[in-house]
């Protein structure tokens, strides 16, 4: 396994903001993680296309905050492969930020930036996924990126783009049933987007997934004081 030390990617420097039990999301500190080299091209692409992506839509990216690459010890998990990352906070150029904790209050950018590490990565464990994944989004390269609809957290989000993004009546449970699937067929048929069976399908919708929720993160106001 052939590991780089970085301090950024993408150009984006890196910080990790857990190194006591009030900094998260609010104090960060440099880090320099080890990553595996693969791992590390499929990061860099992804955060490349996503400062694009935001960029596009006023929210232009300066830091990433982190909770963590690689794991100490013997353990088989992607941590401690050095082939995870827990994205916590984005921070942008007039001084706001993202935080991975905020999906109830701010979905729209949420669903935007786990839309486009679902272009990048097959595994991407969200806000609804279970309780320990509440503060972050996690994503490895475990997997190769395409829809499963037999995966809770794949389900989970193309639940909460329906109800949030397409104005459709289903409940976000992860299970992909009968009421889940006639929503997205319909959603599908009005963008013009196939089954989700051909790859490209997928990322046509995580592309429209993405545009979509910017445009509506966009079109509220908040206050700059109060954006978290």
């Keep these: 396994m052939a590991l780089t030390r970085v301090e950024s990617i993408a150009g984006l420097p ?45 929210f232009e990216i300066t830091q990433i905050w982190s909770g963590g690459v690689g794991r100490e010890g013997a353990g088989v998990s992607y941590h401690h492969r050095n082939r995870a990352f827990d994205l ?48 972050h989004l996690h994503f490895d390269n475990g997997t190769a990126p395409r829809f499963k609809r037999d995966a809770r957290s794949h389900t989970l989000f193309v639940q ?13 449970d992860g299970v992909f049933g009968p009421e889940t699937e006639q929503a997205l067929n319909r959603v ?15 990322f046509a919708f995580l592309q429209e997934v993405a545009g979509t929720a910017l445009d509506y993160e966009r079109s509220i106001v908040v206050a700059p004081d109060l954006v978290a």
């Design 188 to 202: 599908r048929r009005t963008l013009g987007i196939g089954s989700f069976s051909d790859k490209s399908n997928w």
């Design 160 to 172: 909460h783009a329906l109800v949030k993004l397409f104005n459709q009546s289903v409940g976000a």
């Design 88 to 135: 916590d906070a984005l921070i942008f150029k007039d001084g706001s930020r993202w935080l991975a904790d905020t999906f109830p209050a701010r979905p729209f950018i949420y669903l935007a930036i786990e839309a486009v590490l679902r272009l990048h990565f097959g595994t991407v464990l969200n806000h609804d996924y279970n309780q320990a994944h509440r503060d």
């Design 14 to 58: 890196l910080f990790y903001d857990r190194f006591n039990g009030t900094s998260y999301g609010q104090h960060a500190v440099a880090m320099r993680p080890f990553i595996d080299n693969n791992f590390l091209d499929q990061c860099t692409a992804c955060f490349a296309e996503m400062q694009q992506v935001l960029a596009k839509h006023g």
